[in-house]
C-alpha cells in the first residue's frame, strides 16, 4: 500500500520567515493534495497537482510536484500568523481502488 | 449552494453502543466518501459511495458499514463501538468517485466512553 510522509511534523517559525513543507510518497500517483486544517475544523483543499512538475500557487501558499521523485513541496513565504494551522498532504493510491492516503499532517506556528 | 453538512455536530456514545451518522452532499454530487480522523493524525479512508453502490472500502472492522441513499446522501454505522473510535468523521462529496474536487463537511465529533 502506498505510503506518504510529511516532514516536518512541527514548524514553529516567525513572521515574515520563508519555509517548505515536505510531502514525499512511495509508489506511483497521478493526484496529489494538499489541504488545510484549522484546530477542531474541517479540511479546507488548498491545491490538487496532477502532473509531474505542476507548480500552483495561492497568495503566500506554494506546491509543486516532482512525480519522479515521489514528492510534493508545499512553500510558505513571508508567513503571517493567519497561516498557523495544520497542513496535510494526501495522495491517490492509483493501485488501491484510488484509495486517498494521508500524510500525518505537519502543525505549523507562525510567531509574531 | 449549501456546502456538505453532517449531522450530528457531536455526540457521546458507551462502549458497546451503535451510532448513526449522516452526511449530505453538495446539490449535484453524486458520491460521498467516508474519514476517519483520530486526533494528532491524519483521515483515515473508510468508504466511498457513488450512485448507492460501494467503490472503495478502507481498512476498517466489519463494525463499520455505510449506504447511499436515492438522494446520495449517506449514512455512517458502527456497531459495538470501542473507545478507539473516538474521532472526527469526515463525509467528503465530489461529483463523481473520480472527480479529484473534493469537499469535505464540518465533520461529526464521536466520543466513546
Known sequence: ELKVEQNPLFLSMQEGKNYTIYCNYSTTSDRLYWYRQDPGKSLESLFVLLSNGAVKQEGRLMASLDTKARLSTLHITAAVHDLSATYFCAVVDAGNNRKLIWGLGTSLAVNP | DAGVTQSPTHLIKTRGQHVTLRCSPISGH?????????????????????????RGRGNFPDRFS????????????????????????????????????????????????
Do not use: H, M
Open chain 2, 30 to 54: 453524486k458520491s460521498v466518501s467516508w474519514y476517519q480522523q483520530v486526533l494528532g493524525q491524519g483521515p483515515q479512508f473508510i468508504f466511498q459511495y457513488y450512485e448507492k453502490e460501494e
Open chain 2, 66 to 113: 455505510a449506504r447511499q441513499f436515492p438522494n446520495y446522501s449517506s449514512e455512517l454505522n458502527v456497531n459495538a463501538l470501542l473507545l478507539g473510535d473516538s474521532a472526527l468523521y469526515l463525509c467528503a462529496s465530489s461529483r463523481t468517485y473520480l472527480s479529484y474536487e473534493q469537499y469535505f463537511g464540518p465533520g461529526t465529533r464521536l466520543t466513546v466512553t
